[in-house]
Nanobody, 128 residues
Framework: QVQLVESGGGSVQSGGSLRISCAAS????????IGWFRQAPGKEREAVSY????????YYTDSVKDRFTVSRDNAKNTAYLEMNSLKPEDTALYYC?????????????????????WGRGTQVTVSS
């Protein structure tokens, strides 16, 4: 069973950048795809990005395409979400998650219930 811990969140102005990390322990991250999700107060959890365990498949929600980049360093047991050109609407608690199966079936990466392992989140706040 893998444990996940996010870090790197913070407060930035609109147009700024942040890189958040997801460190894994208890198992090797290379066995798992990683999903990034976010949740703003009063809103539903939203899928942001996905990367397969080998890094050969990546997906993004439309609102972050061309601004966010997901990556992973399996040797460091860590995944990353690089966020550029941040907007106030990106403000949320960001989570990384991993599926117990190691992957999420095609077309289902946005379904948060397909992920059994979750971190506690890291807060990203973007001011205008």
């Amino acid at each position: 069973q893998v444990q996940l811990v996010e870090s790197g969140g913070g407060s930035v102005q609109s147009g700024g950048s942040l890189r958040i990390s997801c460190a894994a322990s208890g198992d090797e991250l290379r066995h798992y795809a990683i999903g990034w999700f976010r949740q703003a107060p009063g809103k539903e959890r939203e899928a942001v990005s996905y990367m397969s365990n080998k890094g050969d498949e990546t997906y993004y929600t439309d609102s972050v395409k061309d601004r966010f980049t997901v990556s992973r360093d399996n040797a460091k047991n860590t995944a990353y979400l690089e966020m550029n050109s941040l907007k106030p609407e990106d403000t949320a608690l960001y989570y990384c998650a991993a599926p117990e199966l190691g992957y999420v079936p095609d077309g289902l990466w946005t379904r948060y219930w397909k992920y059994e392992y979750w971190g506690r989140g890291t807060q990203v706040t973007v001011s205008s």
